[in-house]
Nanobody
Framework: QVQLVETGGRLVQAGGSLRLSCAAS????????MAWFRQAPEKEREFVAA??????PTYYADSAKGRFTVSRDENTLYLQMNNLKREDTAVYYC???????????????????WGQGTQVTVSS
């Protein structure tokens, strides 16, 4: 079992930056892939970025490319978000799984461990 706890979400102005953190605990040695997803009100949960637990490579949604950076340091996953836009407003979730597959890295149902989420609100 792996426990995930996200922190760092808050209200930020458009164009600003924010770094989210996800602390992993428990059986982290079994992890292969960790990811960030987000869910805006009345929308489906969508993929943002992912990274292998062992270190690169990284994967990004088109909406995140060039603005977001996913990284990992020991048992913490990070999401650095720059040039934030109003459409980035959502609850951001950290997720983890024990296998690697490029083909379904963006599918929420392929991840079996989730955090409780952290709210990011971008104001204009």
């Amino acid at each position: 079992q792996v426990q995930l706890v996200e922190t760092g979400g808050r209200l930020v102005q458009a164009g600003g930056s924010l770094r989210l953190s996800c602390a992993a605990s428990g059986h982290t040695s079994s992890l292969d892939t960790m990811a960030w997803f987000r869910q805006a009100p009345e929308k489906e949960r969508e993929f943002v970025a992912a990274i292998r637990w062992s270190g690169g490579p990284t994967y990004y949604a088109d909406s995140a490319k060039g603005r977001f950076t996913v990284s990992r340091d020991e048992n913490t996953l990070y999401l650095q978000m720059n040039n934030l836009k109003r459409e980035d407003t959502a609850v951001y979730y950290c997720a983890a799984r024990i296998y690697f597959s490029f083909y379904d890295v963006g599918r929420p149902s392929s991840f079996n461990s989730w955090g409780q989420g952290t709210q990011v609100t971008v104001s204009s």
